[in-house]
């Protein structure tokens, strides 16, 4: 017997047997559990559902996936993902229960710590409590408001190319860049560009250093990142020590939101506001980014998508759109009135959302044991809560697969549409979402009209939905 067969026989005869093992374990301390348990599996050990679910995601059959799962255990069943006893929640009590935040943490993967350090999405306790102080300040309305004008140079400099996904990346990627990094914004986008997509893909990897795997890559990504960063605000953290009191979270004179954000941490900092130091705000900055750009581009793509379906509401969104522009000059900017005056135009963008949510679900971890619908969460248990569930659901929305944004006219029940999440964890970057993909819509609406080239393109989640071919359009200028 060669070398390889031995090394085949021994294989084959152990790892079915550790398999047995730990099968065997994992039904023993179940039995053993003093908990009631939701019903349900843990599927094969170690792999779990992982592979299935993940499988159900590429193939856009997550939804099906969670209401097999719902048909078969009920709203409360137990799984296991990503290596993890996990309880998957339907409903929007569920929502509600997971948003709420009592006993449950943000789930952190090892991926994300190890990639964007320390920052929100990885911080807990009273750092947590700053910074996410801080960026609900920092991204308030009053704010937004003034990036208004910032949004709309922004997506004039874009708007004439005809490749939707990474148009709407690269746009909303500038905007963000633009508001976090000020007069390095352009730098930033031009420098290091590739390495925030490195990072975004990274984020859900498996955290394997080894070269080639997109976690290896995003460590590289994050490593230069953050470097580059660093070195550019090192100056302007000196300089921010000089501005006046209240100098650099104050509006500047021409109303058009001058503070990026890293001067606006250093400046909180210098005031009290939190104590975290400048490799940490850039951290956050990075979160930010990610947060940012890689959610409202799909929600901007996904719209444009829609739309091409759907010539009636395309008309409606244009009449409103055509009303606003009647009162402005060709070269007038965009003004926040303006923008609260697009009521249809932000309807479709909520159906867009509720149909493709941009974020799929919420995951935490149980900090202690819990109790849901009379079942136990034990401590260190993982909770999912996916807005697909309830977003589609026949009982909430009527007729749920029809586009229709006029379903927004009317009441919908608490905790059933959740597209930025909800309680103390949730998107503080909404108004933002909102105010960007009604300037960018604006534009498109007005300037051009488009045909799909793929009718039926498919998309698959990676997490983020992403339309396979990139949603190509043929574009051309509206006639008015
Ligand atoms: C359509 C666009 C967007 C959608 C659908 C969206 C959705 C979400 C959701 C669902 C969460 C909470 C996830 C959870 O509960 O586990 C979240 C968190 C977050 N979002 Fe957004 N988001 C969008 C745009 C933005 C923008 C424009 C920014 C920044 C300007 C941003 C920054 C963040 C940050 C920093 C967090 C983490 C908050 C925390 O951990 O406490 N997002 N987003």
């Given amino acids: 017997m060669d070398f390889t067969t031995l090394v085949t026989a021994l294989l084959s005869l152990t790892v079915p047997a550790v398999l047995i093992y730990l099968l065997a374990e994992r039904l023993r301390r179940c039995r053993r559990s003093p908990y009631n348990l939701p019903p349900g599996d843990l599927g094969v050990p170690v792999v779990g559902h992982t592979l299935s679910l993940l499988d159900a995601l590429r193939r856009n059959a997550d939804l099906e996936w969670f209401r097999a799962r719902v048909r078969r255990y009920g709203q409360v069943s137990r799984m296991s993902v990503l290596g993890s006893p ?65 949004m709309d140079g922004e997506v004039r400099r874009h708007i004439d190319v005809s490749w939707v996904m990474p148009l709407a990346r690269d746009l909303s990627f500038g905007i963000i860049c633009s508001v976090v990094f000020g007069e390095h914004a352009s730098l930033v986008r031009d420098a290091l560009g590739e390495d925030f997509v490195a990072l975004g893909k990274a984020v859900m990897s498996f955290p394997v250093r080894l070269p080639f795997t997109r976690f290896s890559k995003g460590m590289d990504a994050s490593a230069r990142i953050r470097r580059a960063i660093t070195a550019m605000f090192r100056k302007r953290e000196e300089a921010s020590s000089l501005l006046p009191q209240g100098a650099a979270a104050a509006p500047s004179s021409d109303g058009t939101g001058d503070t990026d954000f890293i001067t606006y941490m250093l400046k909180l900092r210098s005031q009290g506001g939190h104590s975290l130091s400048l490799e940490d705000i850039v951290d956050n900055a990075m979160g930010l980014v990610i947060g940012a750009h890689g959610t409202t581009s799909v929600l901007i793509a996904f719209m444009t998508r829609y739309l091409a379906n759907q010539p009636h509401v395309l008309d409606k969104v244009t009449r409103e759109q055509d009303e606003i522009a009647a009162n402005k000059g060709p070269d007038d900017a965009l003004t926040w009135n303006d923008v609260a005056r697009m009521k249809y135009t932000w309807r479709v963008a909520m159906e867009t959302q509720r149909i493709v949510p941009p974020v799929f679900g919420s995951f935490r971890t149980a900090v202690r044991d819990l109790e849901y619908q009379g079942y136990h969460i034990p401590k260190g248990w993982k909770v999912f809560a996916a807005q697909s569930i309830t977003h589609m659901d026949g009982n909430f929305f009527h007729e749920p697969t029809k586009f229709d944004p006029c379903r927004f006219e009317k009441f919908v029940p608490p905790y059933c549409f959740m597209p930025f999440g909800g309680g103390p964890r949730m998107c503080p970057g909404n108004e933002f979402a909102r105010v960007e993909t009604l300037v960018a819509m604006h534009y498109l609406v007005r300037k051009f009209r488009w045909k799909l080239c793929c009718t039926e393109e498919a998309y698959i989640r990676d997490p983020k939905p992403a339309p396979v071919n990139g949603l190509p359009i043929e574009l051309e200028p509206r006639r008015i």
């Fill in 86 to 150: 996990t309880v998957l929640l339907a409903g929007p009590a569920a929502n509600r229960f997971v948003g709420g935040g009592g006993g449950l943490v943000l789930t952190q993967t090892s991926a994300l710590r190890a990639l964007v350090g320390r920052s929100v999405l990885t911080f807990a306790g009273d750092e947590l409590r700053q910074v996410r102080g801080a960026l609900q300040a920092y991204l308030r309305a009053e704010m937004v408001r003034r990036y208004v004008c910032k």
